[in-house]
């Protein structure tokens, strides 16, 4: 197999690493369609990059692909421990930022294609990026759950990835208490699936956020991200962030062009505001990221493990 070339980024705490070239040939369909070969016929790569004993659970991938849109800077494909995401925040922070360390785009605004859609990402410098994401929506409010012996009450929004959001959850949002917070929201995810409980068009809700009042008190709010594979989310989470502001702004608490700054459960910030453009909730994130590693992995045909940990 030719080498595997690979970048290594965080944002706001949050690793990405992105596969700059190396990976197998997808097609030339849409993000989406090429998401699906990937799915299909080379998910072992997808394990190889990013699950142990190369990566580790928290490590989210991002294939650089060529955009279908040819008005876009590049195209991505996100995947984590457990599967395929349809958008990440976070990640494409990541992405802009290495582009930018490979010196394929200067600062400016830059159209990124992901499965989902469409996004912008502004380059202020070398480390801060603005991105305009998917339109962000909540579909229902207030939905009630009973979990390990407690009524839970949650929005069901989606930000670029569905979202169960609480806010009533009676846990300190502090890094003492991941091994509670992660079993409650395993809890509360399992609770859904059980009740068939998802997003709108049947979307599995496999994102689950928690809120609490920030440390810091020049932010809003803090919060507690768990994503698919039981990771929890060292950012603030871009999609779950813009998730959130579509609520905010529904219920009245948010104004267009109003900052709000949410804090991660490591003390990092995103900065996210919203406008409204055709009826539609258009989120902005803006955070940092920073370069953390260049390398090329190496597959020994002999390697047992070659393929990585799957799940």
Known sequence: ?????????????????????????????????????????????????????????HIVGALLCEPHDKTCAAGVIFFNNAGYLNMCGHGTIGLVVT???????????????????IV???????????????????????????????????DIAWGGNWFFLVKDHSQE?????????????????????????????????????????????????????LCPGDAYDRSPCGTGTSAKLACLYTDGELKPGQI???????GTVFEGSIEVQNNQIIPTISGTAFI??????IFDSGDPLREGVRF
Not at 99 to 117: D, F, S, W
Not at 292 to 297: C, P
């Open 1 to 57: 197999m030719q080498p595997v070339f690979i970048i290594d980024s965080h944002t706001e705490g949050e690793p990405t690493r992105l596969v700059v070239n190396g990976a197998p040939a997808l097609g030339g369909g849409t993000l989406e369609e090429q998401r699906e070969v990937f799915r299909t016929r080379f998910d072992w790569f997808r394990s190889a990059v990013v699950n142990e004993p190369r990566g580790a659970d």
């Open 99 to 117: 582009l930018a360390y490979l010196k394929r785009i200067t600062p400016g605004l830059h159209h990124i294609e992901t499965p989902v859609g």
């Open 120 to 154: 912008q990402a502004t380059l202020h410098d070398n480390h801060r990026v603005s991105l305009q994401n998917v339109p962000a929506y909540r579909w229902k409010k207030a939905v009630k759950l009973e979990v390990d012996g407690q009524t839970i009450s949650g």
């Open 173 to 225: 949002l502090s890094l003492r208490r991941l091994d509670e917070l992660t079993r409650l929201c395993k809890s509360i995810k399992t609770t859904l699936v059980r009740q068939n409980i998802t997003g709108k068009d049947g979307g599995e809700i496999d994102h689950i956020e928690l809120f609490g009042p920030p440390q810091n008190p020049d932010n809003h709010s803090r919060n507690f991200v």
């Open 260 to 266: 709000w700054r949410q804090e991660s459960i490591l």
């Open 292 to 297: 953390t590693a260049e390398a090329k992995l």
